[in-house]
């Protein structure tokens, strides 16, 4: 297969392709380009739905929003109360999925976030998990993350 190549050219090849399936079936273009069939099938895929703009390499495809001050403020609030207050149905406590959630309802991106993108920010906020080391308790009645000093004992 091909070697890595970054976006513009990847883009280039796809155009390529869009070139020469006009006159050539797919397992030709494949060979052509160095590229597997599926790869040729799903840009033919692409370019008979959208046309070449199908082959276009979208900007930011895969990277959530950044988040500014007011979000950050925003979400600093809203974890000082409870999940259920924030509309998080069934979370007695912040979890990484409920803070991912918030985040998510927060900033308004409709992709997903993360649970590490959430411990990110929860970090870069300063708070940390409350809970020893290990697997929390079952019955997780303390608050698992907080703002401050660890509780983890070294």
């Known amino acids: 297969m091909g070697l890595t190549l970054d976006r513009a050219a990847r883009e280039d090849r796809r155009l390529q392709a869009a070139e020469l399936l006009k006159d050539y ?3 030709v273009v494949a060979r052509k380009l160095n590229v597997s069939w599926a790869a040729v099938n799903k840009w033919q895929r692409a370019l008979l739905a959208e046309g070449t703009l199908g082959l276009r390499t979208p900007t930011n495809q895969f990277r959530a929003p950044a988040l500014n001050a007011g979000h ?3 979400i600093v609030a809203a974890l000082k109360g409870s999940p259920e207050a924030e ?3 069934g979370a007695k406590v912040w979890t990484l999925p409920a803070v991912a959630g918030l985040i998510r309802k927060i900033t308004g991106y409709p992709g997903k976030v993360s649970r590490y993108k959430a411990w990110r920010v929860l970090h870069h906020l300063g708070f940390q998990s409350g809970h020893k080391g290990g697997r929390p308790a079952k019955d997780a009645t303390a608050p ?3 703002r401050g000093k660890s509780t983890r004992q070294s």
Do not use: D, F, S, Y
Request: proline letters at 0%.
């Open 144 to 146: 698992r993350w907080g």
């Open 87 to 89: 509309g998080i149905k």
């Open 72 to 74: 950050l403020q925003l």
């Open 25 to 27: 079936g797919v397992a």
